[in-house]
T-cell receptor, first 112, second 115 residues
Framework: RKEVEQDPGPFNVPEGATVAFNCTYSNSASQSFFWYRQDCRKEPKLLMS???SGNEDGRFTAQLNRASQYISLLIRDSKLSDSATYLC?????????????FGGGTRLMVKP | EAGVAQSPRYKIIEKRQSVAFWCNPISGHATLYWYQQILGQGPKLLIQ????????DSQLPKDRFSAERLKGVDSTLKIQPAKLEDSAVYLC?????????????FGPGTRLTVT
């Protein structure tokens, strides 16, 4: 079983739609969680951290469910510029330092 | 502020040849990482440095891959000899430190094709 699993997609949605991605992780001791965004042929960039209480940044909302070991990302009012691959990222162990394990990514395509 | 620099951006070699990649992290960043990203997959951590010391290299194929950060700033990653399955993008990242809250910033990567 992969440490971090994501549906690879692609998710094809029209502009203005709401889209949600889920991600599951295998290590129950994982401590910190993130969503990164990667544009085609570019480097990954941090989109947002995911806190136990959930967090929101504009049109983006991230949630963490420790009991079920999954993380979600909700994008409201999708823009063409949201088209990218979204990587679910986990720091897998307590006090392991800044070690990140990446999922395979979910590809989003927003159409006009 | 300048970002993470990597060179070359692209490299094509034949199998069994050797290749080296270079990374210059963001100024002041003590921690440096090398990742391998195979097409269609997420990045996989190969090695993590703290200043000039190796923190973790458990996923580095040490029979053919080596990396160094001798003066605690720039780093090189070498593959010798290369195999077809080494075709990937090699990403370098840096962060202020090893604390979990320290964001990792990625360079543009080196796209390696092994033929």
């Amino acid at each position: 079983r992969k440490e971090v699993e994501q549906d690879p997609g692609p998710f094809n949605v029209p502009e203005g739609a709401t889209v949600a991605f889920n991600c599951t992780y295998s290590n129950s001791a994982s401590q910190s969680f993130f969503w990164y965004r990667q544009d085609c042929r570019k480097e990954p960039k941090l989109l947002m951290s995911v806190y136990s209480s959930g967090n929101e940044d504009g049109r983006f909302t991230a949630q963490l469910n420790r009991a079920s070991q999954y993380i979600s990302l909700l994008i409201r009012d999708s823009k063409l510029s949201d088209s990218a691959t979204y990587l679910c990222v986990v720091n897998p162990a307590y006090n392991a330092g800044n070690m990140l394990t990446f999922g395979g990514g979910t590809r989003l395509m927003v159409k006009p | 502020e300048a970002g993470v620099a990597q060179s070359p951006r692209y490299k094509i070699i034949e199998k069994r040849q050797s290749v080296a990649f270079w990374c210059n992290p963001i100024s002041g960043h003590a921690t440096l990482y090398w990742y391998q990203q195979i097409l269609g997959q997420g990045p996989k951590l190969l090695i993590q440095f703290q200043n000039n010391g190796v923190v973790d290299d458990s996923q580095l194929p040490k029979d053919r891959f080596s990396a160094e950060r001798l003066k605690g700033v720039d780093s090189t990653l070498k593959i010798q000899p290369a195999k077809l399955e080494d075709s990937a993008v090699y990403l370098c990242a840096s962060s202020l430190g090893r604390r979990e809250g320290h964001e990792q910033y990625f360079g543009p990567g080196t796209r390696l094709t092994v033929t």
